[in-house]
């Protein structure tokens, strides 16, 4: 079970939106695994992928669409990755567009595909063509919450978000959703995931706060330091609300950006809260960098440790782990006189020493919680990074020992 999430809340319509899931067959069987997201006309999308150089043909494919037209469909299948599939993959991807376009009497090209499951295997084409037929008759306002299950992979439970927030006096409404649990460090978004909002927003405006919000959010997570081949974000913006159109000089822009920014965030510390095996949500935060990049860095290095995520998974207070990792991380003339560390709010370290005032019982405290803060201070400049992360059990290697089976 996930680090204190219950499971999906009630999501909130976005007006302009509508979602279907069904059962198309492409892995699993009695369950949905084929998601429809229609754009009412005149929506404008912003996108970013995965930086994995072996990404997945829908990636491809809907990096070519989003140049060349307006997005009206977003179309996702779980179970089959479509990556590492060659010439014949970007085909499949193509050919389910293609096949949507037809029924929905719109061009191929503003259809979106997004896949997420196994690697190397050719997509069942047939059978989401098949299944396009009662997507399309079953598409909602309401279809979040059945969304959100269907894009599942080794996910324990469903991932959504709904806020709102005040825009030219109008209530403007933004949900997302999420799937990812391993195969995560994402470098740009995460597995997939989604966020529409029924505000107007001018494009460049959008694509601008998308990679903001991306930056704070999916940039910042990590369950095992793999990036996926087949990682999307996707942001819809459908203007139906009624509210002002925003740009980036509107009044109210910086906090339509920071409500995107926050869910987003919350979206991404659920993946990591859902990490394949995990039982404790662990923030990694370093303070007093020269720059963001050290900063990450340090913190990257502690997140990644085998080690140190073993001794999470132990509650063992060993902190001689983490002051490693911080000092492999790479930084250049890196004064050990200077570091700091806590375990929450328990100093360990101080001036490159153990604290006098330390005791292994009031780390084995924080140890115990299944939310830990682990805090290191550089004590080289003003900047400072937190990333999210798990530790690292037994279920982990069995998840993905067994995860093609």
Not at 49 to 68: D, G, K, S, Y
Not at 259 to 266: E, K, P
Request: hydrophobic share 45%.
């Amino acid at each position: 079970m996930p680090v204190r999430y219950s499971g999906l809340p009630d999501l909130s319509p976005v007006k302009g939106v509508r979602l279907a899931a069904c059962a198309a067959g492409v892995r699993y069987r009695d369950r949905n695994d084929l998601v429809l997201m229609e754009l009412a006309p005149g929506s404008q999308c912003a996108a970013v992928f995965t930086r994995n150089a072996f990404c997945a043909a829908p990636v491809v494919v809907a990096r070519e669409h989003l140049a060349q037209a307006t997005p009206r469909y977003l179309l996702v299948n779980s179970g089959n990755a479509n990556a590492g599939t060659g010439a014949g993959g970007l085909a499949d991807a193509r050919a389910c567009c293609s096949a949507l376009a037809e029924r929905a009497r719109c061009e191929a090209a503003q259809v979106l595909p997004f896949s997420t499951g196994v690697i190397g295997e050719r997509l069942p084409v047939e059978r989401i063509e098949a299944a396009l037929d009662t997507a399309l008759a079953t598409l909602s306002a309401d279809g979040w919450s059945d969304a959100a299950h269907a894009i599942m992979t080794t996910d324990t439970v469903a991932k959504g978000v709904s806020s709102t927030l005040e825009i030219g006096g109008r209530t403007v409404t933004l949900t997302g959703m999420s799937k990812g649990s391993g195969m995560i460090r994402p470098d740009m978004a995460t597995m997939l995931a989604y966020v529409a909002t029924d505000a107007d927003v001018e494009p460049g405006a959008l694509r601008d706060c998308l990679r903001w919000a991306v930056e704070a959010s999916f940039n910042r997570i990590t369950v095992d330091g793999d990036t996926s081949t087949n990682d999307a974000c996707v942001l819809v913006a459908t203007g139906a609300s009624g509210a002002p159109r925003l740009d980036a000089s509107h009044p109210d822009y910086a906090a339509f950006r920071q409500a995107v920014t926050d869910v987003c965030t919350r979206l991404a510390q659920l993946i990591v809260r859902d990490g394949e095996g995990a039982t404790k949500f662990v923030s990694v935060r370093v303070e007093g960098g020269r720059d963001s990049a050290e900063c990450l860095q340090v913190a990257y290095t502690v997140a990644h440790s085998p080690l140190v995520k073993t001794a999470l998974f132990a509650s063992d207070p060993n902190w001689g782990r983490i002051l490693a990792a911080v000092g492999r991380a790479g930084l250049a003339k890196l004064d050990i006189e200077g570091v700091g560390l806590w375990l929450g709010d328990v100093c360990i370290v101080r001036d490159g020493g153990v604290a006098p005032e330390y005791r292994e019982a009031d780390g084995q405290r924080v140890m115990d919680r299944d939310e830990i803060l682990i805090r290191v201070s550089l004590a080289r400049g003003d900047a400072s990074e937190t990333v999210w992360t798990t530790d690292l059990s037994h279920d982990y290697v069995s998840i993905n020992a067994d995860y093609r089976s």
